[in-house]
């Protein structure tokens, strides 16, 4: 099945710097990668999402990159603010459908911290 | 819309007893998955279901069972709870209109001592 490793799992930046989240799976049948923020006893929630047929994407101060060959995706969060603060997870899963998204797999998460 | 409903918020269990965690819905998403977390290990798919009727194991479904007899309600039953399903649990669901995306539950904290 998929595995998904998630590096760092820490991660202490300085407010205004950027911050980079990378992922690998071991799936090459995966084409549906989202990125979950998740606050502090609060749900996790779609920041951002990318499918195989796209190698960028950018939403604001947050962008997301795949390399299919290598099996690897990365999150980039630029002119980083406290309330960037949280734990970020990575997922994948072999495709999305009409009705809904094949099941997801997590990575085990990164506790990003920025300092004001 | 609520979205996904998770019910009860928190719970305690001693060892032994049985709960079933309720979940329910108000998107028609077909789709719903039942996960767990445990602090520094992400998430863990313990069941999901692609419509009523239809569920399937997960990557940790041993200790638990589901039923999907409607679109909107996916209840997580635990039977004989354990220390080790201390844990917290989210429900999420997908649909045709989310692109992918899971919509999650606000999470059901379960503690057995």
């Known amino acids: 099945g998929e595995n998904v490793e998630q590096h760092p799992s820490t991660l202490s930046v300085q407010e205004g710097d950027s911050a980079v989240i990378k992922c690998t799976y071991s799936?090459?049948?995966?084409?549906?990668f989202p990125w979950y923020k998740q606050e502090l006893g609060k749900r996790p929630q779609l920041i951002i999402d990318?499918?195989?047929?796209?190698g960028e994407k950018k939403d604001q101060r947050i962008a997301v990159t795949l390399n299919k060959t290598a099996k690897h995706f990365s999150l980039h969060i630029t002119e980083t603010q406290p309330e960037d603060s949280a734990v970020y997870f990575c997922?994948?899963?072999?495709?999305?459908?009409?009705?809904?998204?094949?099941?997801?797999?997590f990575g085990k998460g990164t506790k990003l911290t920025v300092n004001p | 819309n609520a979205g996904v409903t998770q019910t009860p918020k928190f719970r305690i269990l001693k060892i032994g007893q049985s709960m079933t965690l309720q979940c329910t819905q108000d998107?028609?998403?077909?789709?719903m998955y039942w996960y767990r977390q445990d602090p520094g290990m992400g998430l863990k798919l313990i069941y999901y279901?692609?419509?009523?009727?239809?569920?399937d194991k997960g990557e940790v479904p041993n200790g638990y069972n589901v039923s999907r007899s409607t679109t909107e309600d996916f209840p997580l039953r635990l039977e004989l709870a354990a220390p080790s399903q201390t844990s917290v649990y989210f429900c999420?669901?997908?649909?045709?209109?989310?692109?992918?995306?899971?919509?999650f539950g606000s999470g059901t904290r379960l503690t057995v001592v």
């Open positions: 999420a669901s997908s649909g045709a209109r989310t692109g992918g995306g899971y919509t």
């Open positions: 799936d090459s049948a995966s084409n549906y």
């Open positions: 990318i499918r195989s047929n796209v």
């Open positions: 997922a994948a899963s072999r495709g999305t459908y009409q009705g809904g998204s094949e099941k997801l797999v």
């Open positions: 998107m028609n998403h077909n789709y």
């Open positions: 279901s692609v419509g009523a009727g239809i569920t």
